[in-house]
Each structure stands twice: as C-alpha cells, then as structure tokens.
C-alpha cells in the first residue's frame, strides 16, 4: 500500500503544500496558499493537471489549513492514505543535526532559533499548531534547511571574530539549502555509489543560490552563513560583500542598518545590477537580444559561482564530481557553460553540446567521458526527502 505524506512549507505570508505519494514518490496534489494576512489571499490545488484557485475570507494561516482538509476531505483515498505530515523549518540552529518528530521539546528548540530567521521559524511554529489542531493524531516531523551543515568542522563554521561572540550569542556559518544538498548527496549515491567516498562541489542556483562541498558524504564546506544572504549572488540578494558596506549604505541613504540589510535582500543581486529582473530567464532573454546590463548580470552571477565552488572545494579530499541543481542549475546551459569555463584551472570541463542539449527534468552527465571531474544536472527534490524523513521517522518511531 501507498503511503502518502502532507509536506508543508509555511512562510510567513505563503503556505506551500503538497501530498507525496511514496515508495512511487509522486506529488498527488499540490498548491498555495498565497498572500496570507494581506488583502486577496487565495488557496490554489492543482490536481490531475488542472489548477482550481479559491479566494480566502480571512486570509489566515488557519484558513489555509483548513482549506487544505476540506479538499483532503472530498478524496478520502488520498486523504486515508496520510501517514504523517513534514514541515520544511528553515533554522534549526546547533540543535537540530537532523529531522525530528514534532514534540512540545522540538517546538520549543524552532522556537529559540527563531531570533536567527525571525521571518521564517514562527511562520513555520504557526503551520506546525494548526496542522496539529486540523490533523488530530497525525504524526508530524520537522525537517531543518540547516541540518546537513552541522557536520562542517569548527575553523569551518566559524567566523573570525571575538569568541565570545559565539560563545555568548552562537554567531556562526549555518548553511542553508540542506535538503536539497542530502538529497543530491544520495541521489548521487544511487547513480555513482563509488561518490560517498568521494569529493562533491555541488551548485544550488535558483533565485536563492548557494554552493556545498561533500566529502564521504557528510557537508565539509557551504557557501550561506549565519542567514541566507551570504555567499553567491542570487536573484534579490547581493551575496558577499564588504562588511563595512552596510553601515556606508546606511550613512549615505540615511536609512538604518537593518533598512541597509533589507536592500541587500531584496534590491541587489541579479535584479541590482541588471536593473530589469530578478529572473534569470528573462535576464538570458534580454541579453540574447543584446542588453548588456542583462549580460553583465549574468556574466557576474556565473563568475561568483565559480569563485565560491573552488573555494568550497579546498575543504575536499579530491574533487570528483560537481552538480548542477536548482531551477537555473537545472535549465540554464549558459550559466552553467560559463561556471565550468572559469573552473578550467580545477580541471573541470564540459561537452558543450552535453551542456546545450541536456533533457530538461532529468538527470545528465554534461562532462567528457574521460573528464577527471564529472560534472552532473540533478533535478533537485526537497519535498521528497522530507517526504522520505517523515515516512522513516514514523516508522522508527514504532
Ligand atoms: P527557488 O529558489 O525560488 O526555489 P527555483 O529553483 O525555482 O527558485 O529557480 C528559479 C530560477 O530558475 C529563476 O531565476 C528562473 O528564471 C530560473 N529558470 C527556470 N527555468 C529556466 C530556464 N529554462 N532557463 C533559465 N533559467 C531558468
């Protein structure tokens, strides 16, 4: 029999949702529950490849959920089939190393992380209570974006400021995108399985970018630190730059330094410099018709991106393999031609017409076949590993 699992990723004004079928690891039914506490929130299914959008009254998380067991409530068979209920949490601190079932203890852990992702962990504590209230009895697991990265080694996750600043306040490299790191750790596995004692650079690149290095397995090095703004230039978000900046911007724009913060969240990265669009798709259409911001823009995501995953291999072993993942990982031959091309020195090279040709959604080897470094798209997954997390922590549970 099929099992099937709620996996919900609560935001602070967005809740996304899906029902995994597993072991054939389908999605039943997905949506969205979209601009929750401001004016026109709506709910959306999409079911058997049609989308139906209901309009929220109240536009709360609780309607949302409720929403969602309305729909479960009309397909029994997919609703009966529910064994457990995954929650994506973005920051779990030093606390969590690893999924856990949902208990008032783990609840209070997300709780004192919160001062880390004030946006998101209440956000998530909030999905948690009303699927414990809606779902009565439902075994429900937490799955940490940080989790992966607590095996990064203390001159790694450090910063090097004074100690006490993470002795008293735990201010430290934590890594994002973990799931989806775990999860192309062990896809990997299944296709090479030679690669859990080797080497990965792996990129993460959609509108949130980052990059890991995995050694035997086990995270050695990322890119994010104590929040997602660090590392690599990203959609919105500028990645790394000089510290200092922030007071500067904060003195020249008269704004505070947390509006200083805001505007390298939100303005810069790739809609910063380019000025037209923090969507790579559209940024790659501009710049094919000649727009040289466009370019310029891309050209500078893709040289961040190189800088960051040679630096992220010098905690390897050797480097014997680089994944390409995330929607711009996944689908953009030019980013991915011009990454590889300034990682030459590393030995990394690539089939051009591998690169340009490779089947959308699937898994490709984009490398030569005597590359040293084989280079690899993998459709990355995260709500199926925390389909799968919940299923075995259920499981071990009984
Ligand atoms: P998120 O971090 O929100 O999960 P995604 O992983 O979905 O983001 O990636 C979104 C990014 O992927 C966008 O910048 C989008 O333009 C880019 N993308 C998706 N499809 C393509 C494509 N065919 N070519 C180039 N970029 C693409």
Redesign the pocket.
């Known amino acids: 029999m099929n099992n099937n699992v709620l996996v919900i990723n609560c935001g602070s004004s967005s809740l996304k949702f899906a029902v995994m079928s597993t072991p054939d690891n389908t999605v039943l039914v997905e949506g969205i529950g979209d601009r929750l506490g401001i004016d026109g929130s709506t709910i959306s299914f999409k079911f058997e490849g049609k989308k139906e959008t209901i309009s929220l009254s109240e536009g709360s998380h609780h309607e949302a959920v409720t929403e969602i067991k309305n729909w479960l409530d009309q397909r029994v068979d997919i609703r009966d089939a529910i064994v457990g209920i995954g929650h994506r949490v973005v920051h779990g601190g030093e606390t969590f190393s690893s999924s856990a079932v949902i208990d008032e203890d783990v609840i209070k852990g997300i709780e004192d992380c919160a001062h880390f992702a004030p946006l998101h962990n209440p956000a998530h504590i909030k999905g948690i209570r009303e699927a414990q209230n809606l779902f009565t009895g439902l075994p429900q697991v937490a799955v940490f974006d940080t989790a992966f990265h607590q095996t990064l080694e203390l001159d790694q996750y450090l910063y090097a400021i004074p100690m006490e600043m993470y002795r008293n306040h735990h201010f430290r490299k934590y890594g994002f995108h973990g799931t989806s790191y775990r999860f192309i750790s062990q896809e990997l596995a299944q296709l090479e399985p030679e690669s859990t004692k080797q080497g990965i650079i792996v990129a993460h690149?959609?509108?949130?970018?980052s990059t890991c290095a995995i050694q035997n397995g086990k995270a050695t090095d990322t890119s994010m630190g104590m929040t997602p703004l660090d590392g690599l230039m990203m959609?919105t978000r500028s990645g790394s730059v000089d510290p200092s900046l922030v007071s500067f911007i904060s003195h020249a724009e008269n704004i505070s330094g947390d509006d200083a913060i805001n505007l390298l969240n939100k303005k810069s990265g790739?809609l910063g410099i380019s000025e037209i669009s923090?969507?790579?798709?559209?940024?790659?259409d501009a710049a094919f018709a000649g727009d040289e911001r466009a370019t310029l823009a891309l050209d500078m995501f893709a040289s961040r991106a190189a800088k960051n995953l040679a630096s992220v291999a010098t905690t390897l072993d050797s480097l014997d393999h680089l994944v390409f993942t995330?929607?711009?990982g996944?689908?953009?031959n030019?980013?991915r031609g011009k990454i590889c091309e300034s990682l030459r020195t590393l030995n990394i090279t690539i089939d051009a017409d591998k690169n340009d040709n490779a089947p959308?959604g699937d898994v490709s080897v984009i490398s030569e076949e005597d590359a040293n470094v084989k280079v690899w798209i993998l459709p990355?997954n995260e709500e199926l590993m925390i389909a799968m997390d919940t299923i075995s922590l259920i499981q071990q549970a009984h």
């Not at 690149?205 to 970018?209: E, I, R, T, Y």
């Not at 923090?278 to 790659?284: V, W, Y």
């Open positions: 690149l959609g509108n949130g970018a959609g790739l923090s969507d790579c798709r559209t940024l790659e995330g929607g711009i996944e689908n953009s030019y980013l959308r990355t």
